[in-house]
């Protein structure tokens, strides 16, 4: 069973910037992926990022795209998620996920079968 302990979220100002951190339990290994969601009050989780984690290849969601990086350090199992220029409306509780088994990138919170604990990203205008 892996698990993904999150970190970093908060509060912040409009264009101000935030690092979320995901660290696996376990050290990933071929098709293994991570995803960032996000889910804003009232709403379904929503995609915002995903990495392959053998080759970094990475996707992101239309509104972030320019201002999120993810990324991953392999000697550390963990991922990252870079906010930039953050907006109000990027306020969300954010989770971390992975797949053991992605072929290609997964948009559906149902491809993933590990999900971190979500954390709070507060952007004030």
């Known amino acids: 069973q892996v698990q993904l302990v999150e970190s970093g979220g908060g509060l912040v100002q409009a264009g101000g910037s935030l690092r979320l951190s995901c660290t696996t339990s376990e050290r990933p290994s071929g098709t293994f992926a991570m995803a960032w969601f996000r889910q804003f009050s009232g709403k379904e989780r929503q995609f915002v990022a995903h990495?392959?984690?053998?080759?970094?290849?990475?996707a992101y969601t239309g509104p972030v795209r320019g201002r999120f990086s993810i990324s991953r350090d392999v000697l550390k199992n963990t991922a990252y998620l870079q906010m930039n220029n953050l907006k109000p409306e990027d306020t969300a509780v954010y989770y971390c996920?992975?797949?053991?088994?992605?072929?290609?990138?997964?948009?559906?919170?149902?491809?993933?079968?590990?999900w971190g604990q979500g954390t709070q990203v507060t952007v004030s205008s």
């Open positions: 996920a992975a797949s053991p088994r992605a072929q290609s990138v997964k948009l559906m919170p149902r491809d993933y079968e590990y």
């Open positions: 990495i392959m984690w053998n080759t970094g290849a990475a």
